[in-house]
């Protein structure tokens, strides 16, 4: 991580920010996340996107229709927490698709739709709820050894390979010892085929402990049936925070 991100996520503040609604996919802070936009309302907001900070707001549709943002009647309802990322990278295809990166910078609460027309949605955020995710930014300063927990990392690594047996993914495992654990967790977490509510409780556990439990459990109840609860959507009883 560096010291640039900590002070991008921490000097980027704007109250409205053009949203990117997709199903299945968070953005985490520090993580990136590349992109393929095609959609005409879409190639609009990466193109305003770019002459300004570069920042946009990914966000699920709300995937418990008890719990979801504010919004305008007729409009869609998202979900009520998000990830604010920047244009990291970005190229244009010849046939007029954005190819780009966005790299999370932090969390937000959707307060509701903004004011004023644009092909694509704007929402009301704030960050006040997340002002430790810049803390993600902040490179690790002791040996790997040190700074983690070995039985920790151990069930997050056993947990990890049943998951990889299970929907057959290979995974060079000798390249990921070297990983931070707190960096793998939110990787594995934007990357694992988990469905929507499951990737909404990854992004909006409150700290890393807490994210890495939950993935551990999620991967192994995934391990086990091959695919999670499958066609039944419906969110397991409790909160998702």
């Known amino acids: 991580m560096s010291a640039h991100l900590r002070t991008l996520a921490r000097r980027l503040s704007p109250d409205v920010i053009p949203v990117f609604p997709l199903g299945g996919t968070i953005l985490l802070p520090g993580c990136e996340l ?5 959609e005409p309302r879409y190639l609009n907001m990466i193109e305003d996107s770019l002459k300004g900070d570069r920042l946009i ?3 699920q549709s709300a995937v418990d229709p008890a719990r979801h943002a504010p919004h305008k009647d007729g409009t869609k309802p998202l979900a009520p927490i998000g990830g604010l990322g920047r244009i990291k990278q ?5 046939d007029g698709r954005y190819l780009i990166v966005l790299t999370g910078l932090k969390r937000f609460t959707i307060l509701g739709d903004a004011d004023g027309v644009t ?3 704007r929402a009301r955020v704030s960050y006040d709820a997340f002002e430790h995710d810049i803390d993600a930014h902040i490179a690790p300063t ?10 920790a990392r151990a069930e997050m690594t056993s947990a990890m390979k049943s998951f990889a047996r299970a929907i057959g993914v290979e995974v060079d495992w000798d390249a990921l010892q070297s990983v931070p654990m707190d960096n793998l967790v939110d990787q594995a977490s934007m990357i694992s085929p988990f ?11 409150p700290d890393h402990t807490a994210r890495r439990r939950l993935l551990v459990g999620l991967m192994t109840m995934y391990a086990k049936t091959s695919g999670g609860r499958g066609d039944d959507q419906s969110p397991p009883p409790g909160n998702l925070q």
């Open 90 to 94: 970005f190229s244009e295809s010849d």
């Open 119 to 121: 092909p694509y949605r």
């Open 142 to 151: 002791l040996p790997k050894a040190m700074s983690e927990n070995a039985q």
């Open 57 to 59: 707001g990914m966000v």
């Open 34 to 38: 590349p992109l393929n936009i095609f």
């Open 195 to 205: 469905d929507a509510f499951d990737k909404q409780s990854l992004l909006e556990a």
